[in-house]
């Protein structure tokens, strides 16, 4: 029962870290053509670490995020000579975010925290059908 | 171990066994995004005779049952390294062969994980109607009107 009950923690560790990678992705995505920001900098694509780390009694491995870090690809450079931060070539330096990247992070973060919510679901049958034993 | 306990031992270590397996299954496809994790799984087979031989071994010392009701080896000196509960531990746990490897030393197949993790889950729930059966048969058994 209680390595059972432990599936729980496993996979809402591994849950609550995909979902700290779609907010990355989601950050990612929305500032996209944020060309400034309060650093007077593009905004810099970031990324989450995954790192494993003994969750319950039974120290099984779970996930947490380790850190955030910031893409460090340069920006990228559009012509925009209308653009008020175009430097003298009339070129602004936009975030080194790669969309279709983004867009797979998410796709990936999603199919991952799909697989925790079955793995929650089937731990859960289990011990429902555990709960039973000797009812008949 | 009486003889009610021998007969309900088997199911009894077996379930165990399967649960702590779903853990560690549960564990890997947790991790399957995390850098350098790599996929550890236990032979059940030897980890259920290891536990299997562990009851019957704290059956026959008759070690005390400890204060939180789990059998485990009496320890009568403060140098004795206490013994598992027949359980599964660090050293039975060994890492899957890699198939194909990946870039950030992740070692998860998603597939083999998941497919390991279903074929547990269904001997778990064969094991409880095993179980079920034989406590329906040691009922039948034990009834006055038959």
């Given at each position: 029962?209680?390595?059972?009950?432990?599936?729980?923690?496993i996979s809402s560790?591994?849950?609550?870290?995909?979902?700290?990678?779609?907010?990355?992705?989601?950050?990612?995505?929305?500032?996209?053509?944020?060309a400034?920001?309060?650093?007077?900098?593009?905004?810099?694509?970031?990324?989450?670490?995954?790192?494993?780390?003994?969750?319950?009694?039974?120290?099984h491995?779970g996930?947490?995020?380790?850190?955030?870090?910031?893409?460090?690809?340069?920006?990228?450079?559009?012509?925009?000579?209308?653009?008020?931060?175009?430097?003298?070539d009339?070129?602004?330096?936009?975030?080194?975010?790669?969309?279709?990247q983004?867009?797979?992070?998410?796709?990936?973060?999603?199919?991952s925290?799909?697989n925790?919510?079955?793995?929650?679901?089937?731990?859960?049958?289990?011990?429902?059908?555990?709960?039973?034993?000797?009812?008949? | 171990?009486?003889?009610?306990?021998?007969?309900?031992?088997?199911?009894?270590?077996?379930?165990?066994?399967?649960?702590?397996?779903?853990?560690?299954?549960?564990?890997?496809?947790?991790?399957?995004?995390?850098?350098?994790?790599?996929?550890?799984?236990?032979?059940?087979?030897?980890?259920?005779?290891?536990?299997?031989?562990?009851?019957?071994?704290?059956?026959?010392?008759?070690?005390a049952?400890?204060?939180?009701?789990?059998?485990?080896?009496?320890?009568?000196?403060?140098?004795?390294?206490?013994?598992?509960?027949?359980?599964?531990?660090?050293?039975?746990?060994?890492?899957?062969?890699?198939?194909?490897?990946?870039?950030?030393?992740?070692?998860?197949?998603?597939?083999?994980?998941r497919?390991?993790?279903?074929?547990?889950?269904?001997?778990?729930?064969?094991?409880?109607?095993?179980?079920?059966?034989?406590?329906?048969?040691?009922?039948?058994?034990?009834?006055?009107?038959?």
């Amino acid at each position: 029962m209680a390595s059972l009950q432990n599936v729980f923690n496993i996979s809402s560790s591994a849950m609550s870290a995909q979902s700290q990678r779609l907010n990355t992705v989601a950050s990612n995505l929305a500032n996209v053509d944020s060309a400034t920001s309060s650093s007077g900098q593009p905004y810099k694509a970031k990324q989450v670490v995954f790192e494993a780390t003994p969750v319950g009694t039974s120290g099984h491995q779970g996930v947490k995020v380790n850190k955030v870090i910031e893409d460090q690809l340069p920006p990228r450079m559009v012509h925009d000579p209308a653009n008020p931060l175009a430097d003298k070539d009339g070129m602004v330096a936009m975030p080194n975010v790669n969309a279709t990247q983004e867009m797979v992070n998410m796709i990936s973060t999603s199919r991952s925290y799909q697989n925790n919510v079955e793995t929650m679901n089937a731990a859960k049958t289990m011990l429902q059908r555990t709960l039973t034993i000797g009812q008949n | 171990m009486d003889k009610l306990d021998a007969l309900f031992d088997f199911n009894a270590t077996a379930l165990r066994v399967r649960a702590q397996r779903q853990e560690i299954l549960a564990a890997n496809i947790a991790n399957a995004d995390t850098p350098n994790y790599k996929a550890r799984d236990i032979d059940f087979a030897a980890s259920l005779k290891k536990a299997l031989e562990a009851n019957v071994a704290s059956a026959a010392n008759n070690a005390a049952v400890s204060s939180n009701g789990n059998m485990s080896l009496a320890t009568t000196h403060g140098k004795h390294i206490p013994g598992g509960t027949g359980g599964v531990n660090e050293a039975d746990l060994l890492y899957r062969p890699l198939i194909q490897g990946s870039v950030d030393g992740n070692s998860v197949d998603g597939e083999v994980e998941r497919t390991a993790f279903v074929d547990n889950a269904i001997h778990y729930e064969a094991n409880i109607t095993m179980l079920n059966a034989q406590i329906k048969d040691m009922t039948a058994a034990l009834s006055p009107t038959s």
